[in-house]
């Protein structure tokens, strides 16, 4: 759990119960997140915003087993495989109605708001309606990854690619890097913009058409641009750079407001996406880690376990890490406590 900004550890807590509607999932592994990172150093926004607040039990990119169901659930999805949706709408407003639970005024969201307990511990209930369930095929690292893979999904579909198009990421971190990888299973020449650094470096090893800095960026048509990056600076950068007539996605986010000149917008025809949650995206992800079109596993740098955690939240970067920009935390589960507790991620 993360208690206060630069607080966290390990606790035993009360196991989760499956309610009506709800499984619980046997952890097996899970993913820390750029939001993460932000509960734990007090700057991300819903703190602010009064959306969560410590005590918190972070954790939204996991995998596991389903190994108990609540009332109305069917019994089958008990030992599946299974990752889920972070976004749980109410499921009753106009929004949730029309599809868009992700964006529903009165969701909650697993490990990141209203207090709905997180992944990175051994257990967490999810609704059976926000499960997915895993083929063979995709393997408990790549089942880690379906979360951001969503995202990214969602960005590259949104950017409204066709094959031979080319396409420029912005920020070469987990999200700009399985961007980049959908937007070349899709067929786009794909060229990604990062600062200097191991970062930019590592983007390297997967031969996309081009790695630049912004002082080297070549004067090319970009017939979409994703801005994946924290960088104020960079949605204004993409407006000036995408070909008049086509799109600029926005998923990542800076942490302090960035601003276009919506002159620029309109007189271009350019069309700007903005991208919440991977929700529409689980399911294609799936079945692009299944068929080996995208293979997230490259950008998973180590797997520790949960006891590590609170040093990788402090920025501590485990000394066997390779050079991808994830880290994996490998959850077994504990002799049973005298209490039944379940060890947590402590709030």
Not at 59 to 87: C, P, Q
């Amino acid at each position: 759990m993360i208690t206060a900004p630069g607080e966290a550890g390990v606790q035993d807590v009360e196991p989760p119960t499956a309610a009506a509607g709800e499984v619980v999932v046997d952890v097996a592994r899970a993913g820390i997140c750029g939001t993460d990172i932000e509960f734990y150093t007090g700057e991300m926004q819903y703190l602010h915003e009064g959306h969560a607040q410590y005590p918190m039990r972070i954790g939204h990119e996991w995998m596991g087993t389903v190994s108990a169901v609540g009332e109305g659930v069917d019994a089958a999805w008990i030992g599946r495989r299974v990752t889920g949706d972070t976004m749980l709408g109410c499921q009753r407003c106009e929004r949730c109605r029309a599809g868009l639970h992700h964006v529903c005024a009165f969701r909650d969201e697993i490990g990141v708001r209203n207090g709905r307990p997180g992944a990175l511990a051994e257990q967490v209930a999810v609704p059976a309606w926000a499960l997915h369930a895993l083929p063979d095929a995709v393997d408990d690292a790549s089942g880690a990854m379906v979360e951001p893979g969503g995202n990214a999904w969602r960005s590259v579909d949104a950017a409204a690619l066709s094959t031979g198009d080319r396409a420029l990421i912005l920020g070469p971190g987990t999200i700009g890097l399985l961007c980049a990888l959908f937007a070349r299973a899709a067929g786009a020449e794909v060229h990604l913009l990062g600062r200097p650094g191991r970062s930019l470096e590592f983007a390297t090893s997967f031969g996309f058409d081009g790695v630049w800095t912004e002082a080297d960026l070549p004067d090319l048509a970009w017939h979409a641009v994703i801005d994946s990056s924290n960088a104020p600076h960079l949605p204004a950068r993409a407006l000036e750079l995408v070909e008049p007539g086509r799109r600029i996605v926005h998923v990542g986010l800076a942490g302090s407001p960035s601003l276009i000149d919506t002159r620029m917008l309109a007189l271009g025809d350019i069309t700007a996406v903005g991208i919440l949650g991977a929700s529409a995206g689980l399911e294609p992800t799936i079945a692009a880690y299944a068929d080996g079109s995208v293979d997230p596993r490259p950008l998973v740098a180590a797997t520790v376990a949960l006891d590590d955690l609170a040093d990788i939240l402090a920025g501590s970067r485990p000394p066997q890490a390779g050079a991808g920009p994830k880290i994996h935390v490998e959850i077994s589960r504990q002799s049973p406590r005298p209490s039944g507790a379940s060890r947590q991620e402590r709030p």
